[in-house]
Each structure stands twice: as C-alpha cells, then as structure tokens.
C-alpha cells in the first residue's frame, strides 16, 4: 500500500458511493465515517431511512415521550439504517450538549455520537441537555483492517467535507444528490477514490 493511502484517514469525513462500487447494498449510498484507524473504520449510512420511527424506539426502551410540534418539523422522525452491521443497536448522531452522556464519542469539532440509552431520556422534550439537532440509527457500517482503504484506492468511493447543515438538515432521500452535486461531475462519475 503506497505511503499516501497507508496516511489516510477518513474520520469525520463524508464517503459518497461511485458507480464502480460493486456491493449492491451500498449503491448511492453517504456514509459518514465515525472512527478510521490501523485497525479498520466504521461509520454510518445517512440516506437510507428504515421503517422504524423514533417514537417506537422510545416505546421499546421504556422512554415515555412525547414528541413536541416544533421538534417535529426541524427532525427526521424516521431511525436511519446505518448499515449492516450491529442492526440491533441504536446510535444518535448529534450538535454539541452542554455535559456528555454515558457514552458520546467526539467525532468533529461539533458533531459527536451517542451509543447509550441515557440520551433518549433528554431528546424530544424541552430538556437543557437534549442536543439542538440530532439524526438516530439502527445499526452501522463497518471495515477491517486495510479494507476501506482498499475500496477507496478501487474508486468505489470518493471523500467530502461534512457540515452539519448538510448533516441535519437535509433530508435522507436527498443526501445523495446533494452530495453528488459538490462533487465534480467528471471526476465523481468516471474515476472515484483518488482524484
């Protein structure tokens, strides 16, 4: 592996599936990578919603919530599929809070992730802790050792920056064509990885 690849790291970063990918689960598909290291990456799958809502989450964790009007039409009320791997476990991708949760994991300067149920007891309500934006998912995407590196050097994907705009507000079904669009067209259709 030449010394450019064997430096990438791709945490934080948006991942955009090229037409080259060839697993069918991942066509035009955004991921964004969560952890990248000498032991592999994970990340989760932003476009792809499931058919669980959020209020059933909340009714299977014993949360009893009830979602306010005006966080109704600023959030994705559907759970997303992160991706096939760890399907039965939830994770909140969310805006900074003011104290931490149990398990909340920084990945960008402002944008951080939540693997603990405490989270659930502060989202939906008018709480001081709840996070301004947030998406939630089932399960993630995840890589071994030198196999993202290997699909991104195979031009099955190309890398952008991430915003949170982008991130939160944006709707799922959207995030591919938006993210597309801030590619350029020749390099993303044609050649992917390294360009």
């Known amino acids: 592996m ?5 430096n990438l790291n791709l945490k934080g970063k948006l991942l955009i599936s090229t037409e080259n990918i060839p697993f069918i689960d991942f066509k035009r598909t955004v991921v964004f990578v969560l952890e990248h290291n000498e032991e592999g990456a994970y990340g989760v799958i932003l476009n792809i919603p499931s058919d669980i809502s959020l209020q059933e989450v909340f009714m299977k964790t014993d949360c009893n919530i009830v979602i ?6 600023t ?3 559907r759970v997303l599929s ?3 791997s760890d399907s039965e476990n939830g994770y909140i991708l969310h805006s900074k809070v003011k ?3 149990k398990n909340t994991t920084q990945i960008t300067k402002d944008i951080f992730i939540t693997s603990s149920a405490d989270i659930l007891d502060h989202i ?3 709480s ?3 996070p301004q934006d947030f998406l939630a998912f089932l399960g993630c995407t995840q890589w071994g050792k030198d196999e993202l590196e290997y699909e991104y050097i195979n031009g099955f994907w190309v890398q952008s920056e991430i915003t949170k705009s982008f991130l939160f507000r ?3 079904e959207q995030k591919y064509q938006k993210a597309s669009e801030s590619l350029t067209g020749s390099q993303f259709i044609f050649t992917g990885g390294l360009v």
Request: proline share 7%; no cysteine; charged share 45%.
């Open 68 to 73: 306010d009007r005006k966080f109704k039409k």
């Open 75 to 77: 959030q994705e009320l």
């Open 124 to 126: 939906g309500i008018d």
């Open 99 to 101: 104290e931490p949760f």
């Open 128 to 130: 001081e802790y709840k």
């Open 82 to 84: 992160g991706g096939p």
């Open 2 to 6: 030449n010394k450019e690849i064997s």
């Open 170 to 172: 944006t709707k799922a």
